[in-house]
């Protein structure tokens, strides 16, 4: 019989892809889990992961085995609460629209493994969360902030957009080229260097860009890291011109409750 912890380590591993971020999410040590996941391979005489320095690919077989496993081990993490009949403790999400979900779900999770009776509820509005993953500059008022990342910005272009073949661009290259706007907080899409073209179109969020940017419709200013996740799209320097960068990060409200939420985020999160 397989262990419920084995698993649990295992699907960390495939959602965070790798077994440092697993180990974070979990509490527990890196050899940890991947003493646990060597353990998993030879009893099932298989691989699961292809390792390498970007990370963890999971393989077929353990994409076969996440998706039969990934509900009963939630239900199974939870149960002492359900049986205990805790009552849940509303938490106010907020995520900013130029974030990506993918790494706030990750530490979610971790948050939901350690504390299974938070609720998670989401609001567009910052002002009402009680965590907001988002610029520094947009934290809310009676926010503190923690600083995660800090990182610059890169022009998306689709994967067979002709300016994807070269390493770096100028801003002349970008002259003709159908721009893709973000005009949310922050106002990262550089609206100085949009004078000489023309909007294509204008995106809710960044999720929705990325998607916008990947069909072709146009090109975008991006956080770096937007790229890492995608194959669909390419991000490429601007080789005369300062496109700018952003801090985010977590803030939470001030309470004691919500400062230790925002704690252990930012332990796991990878932003």
């Known amino acids: 019989m397989i262990e419920l912890t084995t698993l649990r380590y295992f699907t960390s591993a495939f959602e965070a892809r790798t077994f440092s971020q697993a180990a974070r999410v979990n509490d527990v040590s890196q050899p940890t889990v ?41 239900h199974l993490s939870s149960i002492d609460m359900r049986l205990r009949r805790e009552p849940q403790q509303t938490v106010r999400i907020h995520c900013a629209p130029d974030m990506l979900l993918k790494g706030v779900a990750t530490g979610l999770n971790a948050l939901r493994i350690g504390s299974p009776e938070l609720m998670f509820g989401f609001t567009d509005d910052p002002e009402n969360s009680d965590i907001a993953f988002l610029a520094d500059s947009c934290t809310p008022a009676d926010h503190d902030f923690i600083l995660l990342a800090e990182e610059s910005f890169r022009v998306a272009f689709g994967r067979f957009h002709p300016l994807a073949r070269v390493p770096e661009v100028r801003l002349a290259d970008l002259r003709d080229q159908p721009v893709i706007h973000r005009p949310y907080c922050p106002n990262a899409d550089r609206m100085d260097l949009d004078a000489l073209r023309f909007a294509a179109a204008e995106a809710m969020n960044d999720a929705q860009l990325l998607d916008l940017v990947a069909a072709g419709l146009g090109i975008a200013f991006v956080p770096l890291s937007h790229g890492d996740s995608r194959d669909d799209i390419v991000l490429r320097p601007l080789a005369d011109t300062d496109t700018g960068h952003r801090r985010i990060g977590i803030s939470h409200r001030k309470s004691v409750f919500a400062a230790q939420l925002a704690k252990r985020l930012a332990k796991v999160c990878a932003l």
Not at 40 to 67: C, I, M
């Open 34 to 74: 991947s003493a646990a996941i060597q353990k998993l391979e030879d009893r099932l005489g298989v691989s699961l992961f292809q390792r390498s320095k970007a990370g963890l690919t999971p393989t077929p077989f353990a994409t076969r085995l996440y998706h039969d496993t990934v509900d009963s081990v939630a």
